[in-house]
């Protein structure tokens, strides 16, 4: 192993304390509150604000599935393990719940206001029984009776019928009623909506006219139906939140398949740590709720609209309303692969970097069919964390395995809420011939690595791929990523011990240019940016850029602010997590940090370093945090072509270092400030300049190759 940081540098890094911190749960939570901002800002598209209203929803599902029941466990286990701001869980529990009930007032306060009210002037309603017409009350009977009604199950709840257990995030029906005998006391049963139904039904029209019915709604209408000889007092629609990580003892499981899939089992049964509720819903039942899950009043939230927003993405999903919607993009073919069928001859004679949304994905898949079907290709091997069960992707491997060459899937089975998928396509990749193993024990195989060693005619040659994100080609549509194409032998030999270490049984071997973790990767880049301290303090080139989705690694932070305490200029684009407090007097006034959200999620991770005026740039899959240093298998590679170099700084990142439309940037207290443009400044937008540069160079490209295309004679003409 490398010599760690030299004892001055660590004495440097340690005077730093909790009040140099942020806490790492509040800060999502700011992050969350960025992308509610996009849907609030009336210059994004109507169904573009609902989407954004959507994924709100969907994270905050995450962050108390995973983050809010985590610190309930160490509550509940009386651990004392304080946050980096020197927090304990319950401190921190109490803090993170008022913001998030402000932020869920805001939320359904939009909705209200402005989403559903625009929607309905742009045509798509949302509407109650009261305001259907006697056609659409006779459809909605049939529909009920035909599709609904058979696959209800009304569930009582007496001394006989103990309240039924509810599902993580199913939507229930909680109803007050009585036998309709006078005196009858009342009580309370429960009907679960079916997951297997639509929760949002179109109501039929001749025009395209598109109105919805919430399936919650209708069934609630229809109650008095599926409890015959009741008097119905109420019912309200509600929802339950429960832990959803997954507990896995790595060392104990044989079978780590099998493990995987029990755990699975026990995640429906977590413990409750959430609990949503119609507002109108009376103290005594939610009361009733809160008891039966044993949560107190800290865990309700009343809500004022569609419980679960996050199913009106079938509104935005759908094949309508393309003018309340951004432009549709295509990516095209970067340009230097634009001969897609010498794609290996293009990497031979240089290095290729592709920035995906904006340059197609396909670069990736071609890559791999084209090994799968290539006869000189000898052997595959790659890592997979979230492919999404993508044909394409999985389909090439089993090709290749089929067409008789040596393939091996490195199948991380523990990428949070795709383990069911994950180990779908694992059984279809082993049952084709594919080599499939289960990472490391204890650790995350996160890296985004392929290696493919094919038979050249000067010999046998290793051409290796390596991106920011995954092996997915439905996100790479909407991610940011940077994907680099090479066959450097030293990056090559070292892809080659890196996949010999994650299949057999064999030390870490040091790389010589890759920087790989839990062995080495938070080390080497505390010691670059030391290292930049040290230039700066010997009035040498200095600085650091550095572009992720997180920072909260503490050692990290504490050794950037040491680099800042020493003159060196620091510029952090961080879209998610920060925990450092940037803007500190005499601590981190050379620090900036910013966060652009837009049209796509900025997921590529960047790292610079100026380096006495060699500069570095490096590119990989981790995020600055510990569980990236140290329980993930990461991969980051140095980009050396001066040109990919280049680009990588001097514009994208630059583009996104002058972006005053989409960016945010931090202030030293946590919050985040919109970046607006000076006084006679334009108005800058990373991503859409992206979007409009790719767009032109496919024009270009296209205009070329029609001009110097020969005619074809006697050709009849057809569909491209």
């Known amino acids: 192993m490398r010599a760690g940081p030299p004892a001055n540098d660590i004495n440097r890094m340690n005077e730093f304390s909790t009040e140099h911190f942020l806490n790492r749960e509040i800060s999502w939570l700011e992050f969350n509150q960025r ?29 108390f599935e995973v983050r809010v029941a985590g610190l309930k466990q160490q509550i509940e286990g009386d651990i004392v393990e304080r946050s980096l701001d020197g927090k304990t869980a319950l401190e921190t529990v109490r803090q993170l719940t008022k913001r998030a009930r402000r932020m869920v007032e805001d939320q359904y306060r939009l909705w209200r206001t402005e989403l559903e009210p625009n929607l309905a002037k742009a045509g798509i309603r949302f509407l109650e029984y009261e305001k259907l017409d006697e056609k659409d009350r006779s459809w909605l009977e049939q529909y009920y009776r035909s599709q609904v009604r058979p696959v209800l199950t009304p569930l009582a709840v007496d001394p006989a019928h103990p309240f039924p257990h509810i599902q993580n995030k199913a939507l229930n029906i909680v109803v007050s009623l009585s036998l309709e005998q006078e005196g009858a006391v009342p009580r309370l049963a429960v009907m679960q909506v079916p997951r297997v139904l639509p929760r949002i039904v179109q109501v039929p029209r001749e025009d395209d006219a598109l109105d919805f019915m919430f399936l919650g709604h209708i069934i609630g209408h229809y109650l008095a139906d599926l409890f015959p000889g009741t008097v119905i007092h109420g019912h309200w629609k509600f929802r339950v939140t429960r832990n959803s990580e997954l507990y896995v003892d790595e060392d104990d499981a044989e079978n780590m398949l099998q493990a995987v899939e029990e755990e699975l089992r026990n995640r429906r049964k977590g413990e409750a740590v959430r609990l949503e509720v119609d507002a109108d819903c009376p103290q005594s039942v939610w009361q009733q709720l809160l008891e039966t899950h044993n949560l107190g009043e800290d865990d309700l939230y009343l809500i004022d609209g569609p419980i679960n927003p996050t199913r009106l993405m079938a509104i935005y999903e759908g094949a309508h309303s393309p003018e309340l919607r951004d432009k549709p993009f295509v990516a095209p073919i970067a340009h230097v692969v634009r001969d897609r069928i010498a794609l290996f001859a293009t990497i031979r004679r240089k290095d290729v970097l592709v920035h995906h949304p904006y340059e197609s994905f396909n670069t990736v898949v071609d890559f791999l069919e084209q090994a799968a079907r290539d006869p000189n290709v000898m052997a595959i091997k790659q890592t997979l964390y979230r492919t999404g069960g993508d044909p394409r992707i999985l389909g090439a491997l089993m090709l290749a395995a089929e067409n008789g060459k040596q393939v091996t899937a490195i199948a991380e089975l523990k990428a949070r809420f795709d383990e069911a998928n994950n180990i779908q396509w694992a059984r279809k990749l082993e049952e084709s011939g594919v080599h499939v193993v289960y990472g490391i024990v204890g650790k995350k195989v996160h890296g985004k690595i392929t290696l493919v060693v094919r038979r050249d005619d000067d010999g046998l040659r290793r051409y290796v791929h390596i991106g920011t994100g995954n092996y997915n080609p439905t ?45 080495e990767l938070q080390q080497r880049m505390i010691e670059f940016i030391l290292r930049e301290a040290e230039h700066a303090q010997k009035k040498r080139p200095a600085r650091i850029i550095a572009k992720m989705n997180s ?28 925990c450092l407090r940037p803007g500190i007097p005499g601590v981190s006034e050379n620090i900036t940090v910013r966060s652009l959200v837009g049209r796509f999620l900025e997921h590529a991770r960047i790292f610079y370093f100026e380096n006495g005026g060699k500069p570095a740039t490096y590119i990989g899959s981790a995020d600055w945090m510990s569980r990236n240093f140290l329980r993930r298998m990461e991969v980051v590679v140095p980009v050396e072509d001066l040109s990919l170099r280049d680009r990588i700084i001097n514009q994208i990142i630059a583009a996104q270092l002058a972006d005053n439309t989409k960016a945010w940037q931090l202030e030293p207290d946590g919050s985040y400030t919109r970046v607006a443009p000076d006084s006679g400044q334009p108005r800058r937008d990373a991503q859409s300049e992206f979007l409009t540069e790719a767009l032109d160079k496919a024009k ?21």
């Open 475 to 519: 996100t790479a549509r909407i991610y940011t990523d940077l994907s680099l194409f090479t066959c450097d032998n030293d990056i090559a030999e070292d892809a080659t011990n890196l996949f010999n270490l994650l299949t057999g049984f064999c030390r870490f071997q040091r790389p010589k240019k890759l920087l790989v973790a839990p062995f």
């Open 700 to 720: 270009s490209v296209r205009k070329t190759i029609g001009v110097h295309r020969p005619k074809a004679k006697g050709r009849s003409k057809t569909k491209a």
């Open 551 to 578: 920072l909260s690694d503490p050692e990290v932070i504490r050794a950037l602010y040491a680099a800042s305490k020493a003159g060196v200029k620091i510029d952090l684009i961080v879209r998610g997590i920060c």
């Open 35 to 63: 992308v509610m901002e996009e849907a609030v800002d009336p210059s994004n598209p109507l169904l573009e604000r609902v989407k954004f209203f959507c994924i709100v929803s969907s994270n905050l599902d995450e962050f």
